[in-house]
């Protein structure tokens, strides 16, 4: 994740929290002092969220 780099956040704990729906999930991954590192809508299909 070069974004998580970027912003000076390497190093700390990464959380991660997806959000189900029936046919599209969100997706968001933040850092221990909730700085968003990434976030995104994905297919509900779980091949495609492995591939992410």
Do not use: A
Request: proline share 4%; hydrophobic share 30%.
């Amino acid at each position: 994740m070069e974004e998580y780099r970027r912003n000076g956040q390497e190093g700390k704990s990464v959380f991660v929290g997806v959000d189900l729906h029936r046919f599209k999930w969100h997706v968001t991954v933040r850092t221990e002092d909730q700085v968003p590192v990434k976030h995104f809508w994905e297919e509900g299909i779980p091949e495609t969220l492995c591939q992410s």
